[in-house]
Nanobody, 117 residues
């Protein structure tokens, strides 16, 4: 099975920036052919799509985050990331990396992002 590892979460000051990354652990060879996405989940709410990126780099963003997040992938480094600056408290949530490949869906363990002073 594929284990996805997120990194870059934590406590961020309002107005700061965020870079959250995801990479398959010990399964790097599959990264270049996997479609990947970021989801977020707030307490008491359902998990929701933030952004999606195909194996060839085509991106799609949820309407609520268009112009706010940038998702990208580096196949050479087997890493998918999203970035955002000028963070506001509403960004706070648990962010999950997601990959679909070979008719299987894989989830990261989730990374808590808290925007607070």
């Amino acid at each position: 099975q594929v284990q996805l590892v997120e990194s870059g979460g934590g406590l961020v000051q309002p107005g700061g920036s965020l870079r959250l990354s995801c990479a398959p652990h010990e399964s790097e060879y599959i990264f270049s052919v996997g479609a990947m996405a970021w989801y977020r989940q707030e307490p008491g709410k359902q998990r929701a799509l933030v952004a999606h990126i195909t194996a060839v780099g085509t991106t799609n963003y949820a309407d609520s985050v268009k112009g706010r997040f940038t998702i990208s992938r580096d196949n050479a480094k087997h890493t998918m990331s999203f970035e955002r600056s000028s963070l506001q408290p509403e960004v706070s949530a648990v962010y999950y990396c997601h990959m679909v490949i070979c008719f299987q869906a894989y989830w990261g363990q989730g990374s808590q992002v808290t925007v607070s002073s």
